[in-house]
């Protein structure tokens, strides 16, 4: 029941939420674009039918499929100790929650892990769309880690749909161009990643950019010590995206596909960091 329906299930609170926040950044944009959506929305919107492609010829029962087997093989911690239901969907959530920090956190951290992150971040502006921007690669490696959880965890399977659905909606707003009273956003910060937030993790200053690695829940930042509350250059006047691919024609889908492999990791992998500040040095 579950598998069958799970993809429209998804798909349907996708165009639901991606439209909602469409609207509302035409009706209340945070920031001005420079950049039109005429360039940057067929390339974004390209890739997510590309990842959605590959991601189904891969894994073809996806995360939902493979908790539906976990449970049937008696894998992972949820399926060998008794708990109460409603206990291990929560707990579930919460684990996956963390564990995709944690993957953010690693692919910040391993240069070569960053060549394939690094597209999201290359993004000049920042919208709904920029949510959806991921390169293959990394999609399917973090398919590949987020299948392990399954089968360490033992997740009830509605809870990986819970989970999923959430993630896919909570990106689509956190990477909304939208403004919302600033009492508001305070609010919202203890529950959920806002847009104010998010919108830090992708300052060109490779001190803000490793901030605020939360994708959902706000909470693992402000516990593992990743918390970064405003970017020190404000939101309007903050240059968004990394230091390399700044011209149009990089947001193109052929070199958004092609980005991993182009030119240096330098500048914002924690090991590469001394490099960076070389780069600086000799620029200025
Ligand atoms: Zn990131
Ligand atoms: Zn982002």
Known sequence: MLLTHEPLIRLGFFTGVLALMAGWELLAPRRPQAIGRDLRWPSNLGIVVLDTLLLRLVFPTAAVGFALLAA???W?????VAVPEWLAVVGSVLILDLAIYLQHVL??????FWRLHRMHHADLEFDVTTGLRFHPFEILLSMGIKLAVVALLGPPAVAVLIFEVLLNATSLFNHGNVGMPAG????LRWIVVTPDMHRVHHSILPHETNSNFGFN??????????????????????TLGIEQFRTPRDLWLDRLLTQPFRGPASGYPINRREENADDLRRAS
């Open 107 to 112: 692919f910040h951290a391993v240069p070569a």
């Open 76 to 80: 992972g911690l949820f399926n060998a």
């Open 72 to 74: 049937e093989r008696g």
């Open 217 to 238: 829940l706000p909470w693992w930042d402000r516990l593992l010590g990743t918390y970064r509350a405003q970017p020190s250059a404000g939101h309007e006047a903050m």
């Open 184 to 187: 508001l956003d305070r609010a």
